[in-house]
Structure formats: C-alpha cells, structure tokens
C-alpha cells in the first residue's frame, strides 16, 4: 500500500494594512503522513505543537479535510493511519488549521489516485479551510490573493522576492477580538487601498522599508495591538535593537518584526522583554517559502 507525505508552510493573513486579502506562506510547517488501513479504523498519532488540542481524533482539521475530500466525491472514507508533526502554533494567527486542512484533502486525494489535479483541488480548499488565502498560499507558496466570483475561484501568486522575519507568539490568556466593524470611514478605507497595493509592489521588490511604510492600519490593527499585552514595549524595544517594523497576523497574538540585518538581536532582545514582562512566549527567525505544499509517495508494507 501506499504512503503520502505532505508538507505545508504556515501563513501570514490579515497583516498590515491588507486585512483579509493576501495570505503569505512561511518557513514554518505541518508534515502529515497518510497509510491507508485493511480494516476501516482511524488512527490518529500527533506530536510538535497543538498536539492533544483537539480532544477527539475525528475533530482534529485533517481528519476534518480528508472526511469532507470522500464527502464530496462520494466515497466512504477508507480506514487510515495518520501521523502529524506539526511545528506551526496553534490559535496564533498563522494558518495551522487551514494548512492541517489542506493537508488532508490533498492526502486523501492522492491516496484515491490523484482525482484532482492541482488547480481543481483549490476551489476545495475554498469551500473547506477556515482561510481561502491562507490555504491557497500554503498550497502555492509564497503572496497569494483570491477571490470567489459566481461559485469559480479566481486566485493567482504575486510576485515576491524571498526574505527573513522574526516571529513572536507570546502566551496570551484567553486572547480573544471583536470582529472588524461593519462600517468603517472612507477616509480609512481609502488608507488601506493605498497601501495594500503598495505592498504588493514591495514585496515583489523585497523592498522592507516600502513594506513597511505599509504598514499602518487603523481599522484593525489597533483592536489586536491593544489585546496583546506589552505589544507597544516590545515593538519598541526591538526597533532600538534595528527593527524597521512590527505588526501582526490573523486574528492572533502573534508579532511580526521586518528588519534588514541584525535580526539575532533583534529576537534575543524581544526574548528579554517577554521576560521582564512575565510573558510566555516564543521568538524565531523564518523566511517565506516561496515552494507551498511537498508532497511524496512511498511503498508501505
């Protein structure tokens, strides 16, 4: 029988100024393998981060995918062994339960001989994952928009020049913001146009110092920024240290730091300043993966 290995990158979403129109992949991952089973059991092993978050194996977000995958072709669901190793945070903005779910759709698909090919496996992903930017660029890789337009999915890959960011997911209890309001001025609105299509050009330039000009969103980002305890001391603690800027992602605590150089400081310092503050929380330096999903077939016994 037949072994699928995949692996997806984590993303960015709702950053900046773009709110929820680009999803951005990064060099952290989820890896799941897949062994059909002669008997129509579904074992579930998980290990890295989030793992024992989903109390039941049936709720977790691959089972999720590859369930709602046999759903939509009809089938009944085989029985499976699966294993995840999972590195990207769980509840911090950063697409683990749309690239879990992602995963298991293009699990399923290939254990079934590959139905799909990889275009008609978007419009899945759309319907399914929590995220449709997010799980297309953890597919794709590296800037991806979309949009959904008489029931077709219409998306493409931006240009993007690849480089490096630091990462922080500090431990916030019960972390938790209000929707984006309905209505919002049109003096903001017309700000974030601006520089959401600014954006797009710096980061196909890789140029950090447009992105970050970027930035600034005063819709959203203040409602998250005032959630994350200590957001404004460590921001600026890291600028001191050469940061040119930080935002954040998702709907999450998670701190996003742009810098040119020096970004070993920059994170061993962000690490001080959670700690003065009795905060938990974890710094790292990732790159944009610009590769999306891998996917590989074995022979098990």
Do not use: W
């Amino acid at each position: 029988m037949q072994k699928i290995k995949v692996r997806l990158p984590a993303t960015l979403t709702h950053f900046g100024a773009s709110l929820d129109t680009m999803g951005l992949a990064i060099g952290l991952y989820t890896h799941v393998d897949l062994s059909p089973r002669s008997d129509n059991q579904l074992i579930v092993e998980a290990e890295g981060e989030g793992a024992g978050h989903y109390p039941l194996a049936i709720r977790h977000p691959v089972v999720q995918g590859i369930s709602r995958f046999f759903q939509h072709i009809e089938k009944t669901q085989l029985g499976l062994h699966i294993k995840i190793k999972n590195d990207i945070p769980i509840g911090y903005g950063l697409g683990a339960e749309s690239a879990f779910m992602v995963a298991g759709v293009i699990g399923a698909n290939n254990i079934m001989g590959n139905l799909y090919t990889r275009d008609k496996l978007i419009p899945l992903f759309a319907q399914f994952a929590p995220h449709q930017d997010g799980a297309i660029a953890s597919f794709i890789g590296g800037l991806a928009t979309s949009l959904t337009h008489n029931d077709t999915v219409i998306h493409r890959t931006l240009p993007t020049t690849p480089f490096r960011m630091i990462i922080a997911t500090p431990k916030i209890r019960k972390f938790s913001v209000n929707d984006t309001p309905e209505l919002v001025a049109m003096s903001d609105m017309r700000h974030n146009l601006r520089r959401t299509t600014l954006m797009q050009k710096a980061f196909a330039d890789g140029d950090l110092d447009l992105l970050v000009n970027t930035l600034d969103d005063p819709i959203d980002q203040p409602l998250i920024q005032d959630k994350i305890s200590g957001f404004a001391h460590v921001a600026e603690v890291a600028r001191l240290a050469g940061a040119i800027g930080t935002t954040t992602t998702g709907r999450g605590s998670t701190m996003v730091c742009f810098a040119h150089d020096n970004l070993p400081r920059i994170e061993e310092v962000m690490i001080q300043a959670f700690k003065n503050l009795d905060i938990e929380a974890t710094v790292m330096t990732v790159p944009v993966d610009t590769q999306g999903v891998v996917i590989s077939v074995m022979q098990s016994a």
